[in-house]
């Protein structure tokens, strides 16, 4: 590597001891990214200013929060009282993590839709699935800390799953929780945790970047870049690109923090936890509604709770289910179908997750038999559909280049 | 293709918008003009909340309490003044101490004291009513339709249960209250309190006054709250405007074909 010179004496001082500097210029500045990314490629940024407003809430709200049952749900309502300013603090935290998530999904969605996941970039997507499944573990322990019936209640319910582990469920399940019941050890470890996972979250997502910069961005043709035409610097274009698309982002998210901040919220927390009364619907965050769904999916309580990992679990392996040479959906005519109905399905998903299990569809079917309909069309899609698709689908002819279409467009 | 999935989408989202109205069993609570619930939040009638402070100190904390709120919080809603909340205040007896002779007693409460709960815990008070009165502290966050819900329960006492509906003794019915059978007794009447300000007292106006006032106990940081975020967005609105001309203005250098990026490496 040859050495970089800045004119800023201080710079050049650090370059010559720590090159973090040329480190920084070149991953942010003089990056080469391809030319024609749409706005399909600014979620993955905009999920790292989320996550930095999540890390650095919830700092702040840990320093006003009492992990312990008889205060807790007292705590969280003193900060949104008594904390100057500690009404945003929570609601940007509590909005903060559905935004977490919205973001996320349509991140993931868009790199399904353009074959992101392909060789070479299996790690990348793969650094991505254990982001997914570490921040479905921060969200959950998140949500027990205010200590409502919905806490509780959730945090009951899920770690009871584990107790459908042959020979030692139970004992695992005592162990989590610290006791013969969540209480007072399982919120406090809850809390520990809660304040670790998201730093592991950042060091994921420094890989993952690691991961990118290494084979560079996809794009929604799904072709290599060939040339340097292909490609242009990081900064200014994708950094005002992104920055317009923030502003967007943040219009939307701070609509909800100001005006309708417990709009993603359920109202049964808001009632403290009380163990001796179940509420009637126990339901998740809407995030998590999907695989609710697939949990109930299955009458077999050990079935459900495999069924379920496996629906995220399987995102791991997808990079080798899908046998398409082919990258983006926009040269694949069957997949791109296949890819929409695979979205509504995730959407029936969800929505059979907020419903009770013997509440009617349509008057048809029950919502169990829809939610076992969706989660074998969820399997079947990875596992029949696309390994035989990549084998029997005519794809449309590949363009040249980035720049030939990039300039084809700009010719109009 | 397209057409089918937009079409299957608005089914999807018109069966969740369904589904938010059939579960429960209990009527749907009708939807109320309040000042604090528009698209962009609002603020509390002073009028309007102090009517409904005086509701709940003279009918409703007789039974409840709302233990999250301390009377200087009163002053700080601007619809009491000090010396007001003051004399409220004193009205009620807090228990403090210990003394340098090591007895605990009791006194008026102060300003800095959370409103007075009427029993000392909840098992006193289910004693006393055969249900616990729930702390209303955050109810109307704490019910789906919110200040909606909790108008139309204090409205929808009838005398005369439905055929074929059974009311336990001691139960009371109401319409909106899930299972219909409520311990409480119905707490408000025409005239059950007579306010200062001279306004009528009929039910739906007390009704209306006391949920004003329970909604501000929920969430007294919503003027604020809504005041900012107006200032916000605008600020964000003009900001997006701004970086939206200067994208557009720095990616027309993309015309250039011989635009390039060689990785440094
Ligand atoms: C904390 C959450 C995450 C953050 C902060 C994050 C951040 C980023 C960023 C900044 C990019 C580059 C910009 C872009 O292509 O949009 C990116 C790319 C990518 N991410 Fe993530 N990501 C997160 C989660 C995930 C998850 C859960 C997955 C998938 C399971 C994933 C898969 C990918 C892939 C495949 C790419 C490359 C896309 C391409 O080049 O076309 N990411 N990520």
Same mark, same amino acid.
């Given at each position: 590597m040859s050495k970089r010179q800045y004119?800023?004496?201080?710079?050049?001082?650090?370059?010559?001891?720590?090159?973090?500097?040329?480190?920084?210029?070149?991953?942010?500045?003089?990056?080469?990214?391809?030319?024609?990314?749409?706005?399909?490629?600014?979620?993955?940024?905009?999920?790292?200013?989320?996550?930095?407003?999540?890390?650095?809430?919830?700092?702040?709200?840990?320093?006003?929060?009492?992990?312990?049952?008889?205060?807790?749900?007292?705590?969280?309502?003193?900060?949104?009282?008594?904390?100057?300013?500690?009404?945003l603090l929570r609601y940007l935290h509590m909005n903060g993590a559905s935004m977490f998530f919205l973001l996320v999904y349509i991140h993931m969605f868009r790199g399904m839709y353009y074959g992101s996941y392909k060789a070479p970039r299996e790690l990348l997507w793969m650094i991505g699935v254990t982001i997914y499944l570490a921040m479905m573990a921060t969200a959950f322990m998140g949500y027990v800390l205010p200590w409502g019936q919905m806490s509780f209640w959730g945090a009951t319910v899920i770690t009871n799953l584990f107790s459908a582990v042959p020979v030692v469920g139970t004992d695992i399940v005592t162990w989590m929780w610290g006791g013969f019941a969540v209480d007072f050890p399982t919120l406090n470890r809850f809390f520990a945790w809660h304040y670790l996972l998201p730093f592991i979250l950042f060091a994921l997502v420094f890989l993952h970047l690691w991961a990118l910069h290494t084979h560079k961005s996809n794009n929604p043709l799904g072709i290599d870049a060939k040339t340097p035409q292909d490609m242009m610097p990081f900064h200014p274009f994708y950094t005002i690109k992104d920055l317009y698309g923030l502003g967007f982002f943040m219009i939307f998210y701070l609509y909800f923090v100001f005006f309708q901040p417990n709009f993603f919220g359920e109202v049964d927390n808001y009632i403290p936890a009380n163990p001796m009364v179940t509420p009637p619907h126990i339901v998740p965050e809407w995030y998590f509604l999907p695989f609710y769904a697939m949990l109930r999916a299955v009458p077999d309580k050990l079935g459900g709770v495999i069924v379920m990992f496996a629906g995220v679990l399987i995102l791991y392996v997808l990079p080798w289910l899908d046998t398409s040479k082919v990258r983006s959906a926009r040269f694949r005519p069957v997949f791109k179908q296949m890819f929409w109905i695979f979205f509504l399905d995730c959407l029936v998903l969800g929505y059979v997750g907020a419903k009770s299990p013997d509440e009617m569809f349509m008057g048809i079917m029950t919502m169990t038999t829809l939610g076992q309909i969706a989660t074998t069309y969820y399997f079947f899609h990875f596992i029949v559909l696309l390994p035989l698709l990549g084998k029997y689908e005519t794809t449309k002819p590949l363009p040249n280049s980035i720049a030939e279409e990039v300039a084809k467009k700009y010719a109009q | 293709?397209?057409?089918?999935?937009?079409?299957?989408?608005?089914?999807?989202?018109?069966?969740?918008?369904?589904?938010?109205?059939?579960?429960?069993?209990?009527? %749907?609570?009708?939807?109320?003009?309040?000042?604090?619930?528009?698209?962009?939040?609002?603020?509390?009638?002073?009028?309007?909340?102090?009517?409904?402070?005086?509701?709940?100190?003279? %009918?409703?904390?007789?039974?409840h309490s709302v233990s999250l709120m301390a009377y200087r919080n009163l002053v700080e809603s601007g619809a009491w003044t000090e010396d007001?909340?003051?004399?409220?205040?004193?009205?009620?007896? %807090?228990?403090?101490?210990?003394?340098?002779?090591?007895?605990?007693?009791? /006194?008026?409460?102060?300003?800095?004291d959370r409103f007075v709960s009427p029993y000392p815990n909840d098992k006193a008070a289910a004693a006393a009513h055969?249900?616990?009165?729930?702390?209303?502290?955050?109810?109307?966050?704490?019910?789906?339709?919110?200040?909606?819900?909790?108008h139309a329960l204090l409205i929808g006492y009838k005398d005369e249960v439905p055929e074929g509906v059974t009311i336990p003794e001691g139960s009371n019915y109401n319409e909106f209250f899930p299972g219909?059978?409520?311990?409480?007794a119905a707490p408000l009447t025409d005239g059950a309190v007579?306010?200062?300000?001279?306004?009528?007292?009929?039910?739906?106006?007390?009704?209306?006054?006391?949920?004003?006032?329970?909604?501000?106990?929920?969430?007294?940081?919503?003027?604020?709250?809504?005041?900012?975020?107006?200032?916000?967005?605008?600020?964000?609105?003009?900001?997006?405007?701004?970086?939206?001309?200067?994208?557009? /203005?720095?990616?027309? /250098?993309?015309?250039?074909?011989?635009?390039?990026?060689?990785?440094?490496?």
């Open positions: 004119n800023n004496r201080v710079m050049q001082w650090v370059e010559d001891r720590l090159p973090i500097i040329s480190l920084m210029e070149n991953s942010g500045v003089i990056y080469p990214t391809p030319k024609n990314l749409n706005y399909w490629w600014n979620y993955g940024s905009l999920a790292g200013v989320v996550m930095v407003i999540m890390i650095l809430t919830g700092i702040f709200l840990a320093m006003n929060y009492q992990a312990h049952p008889t205060v807790a749900f007292d705590s969280v309502e003193r900060i949104v009282r008594d904390v100057n300013y500690g009404w | 293709m397209r057409k089918l999935f937009i079409i299957a989408l608005m089914g999807l989202s018109l069966g969740f918008a369904g589904a938010a109205h059939a579960a429960g069993g209990a009527p %749907v609570p009708a939807k109320q003009n309040w000042t604090f619930t528009g698209l962009f939040g609002g603020g509390f009638d002073k009028a309007q909340l102090k009517r409904g402070g005086q509701v709940f100190f003279e %009918v409703c904390n007789g039974c007001e909340a003051k004399e409220l205040a004193s009205g009620f007896e %807090v228990q403090d101490g210990p003394n340098d002779e090591g007895e605990m007693f009791m /006194r008026p409460a102060r300003l800095s055969g249900a616990i009165p729930p702390d209303l502290s955050v109810i109307t966050k704490a019910r789906k339709y919110g200040p909606d819900y909790i219909n059978a409520i311990a409480m007579e306010y200062a300000d001279g306004t009528e007292a009929t039910l739906d106006q007390l009704s209306r006054d006391v949920v004003t006032f329970l909604a501000w106990a929920a969430e007294p940081e919503l003027e604020a709250r809504t005041a900012l975020g107006i200032k916000v967005l605008i600020y964000l609105v003009i900001l997006t405007a701004m970086l939206g001309a200067l994208k557009h /203005r720095i990616w027309r /250098r993309l015309s250039d074909p011989n635009l390039s990026c060689e990785d440094p490496h």
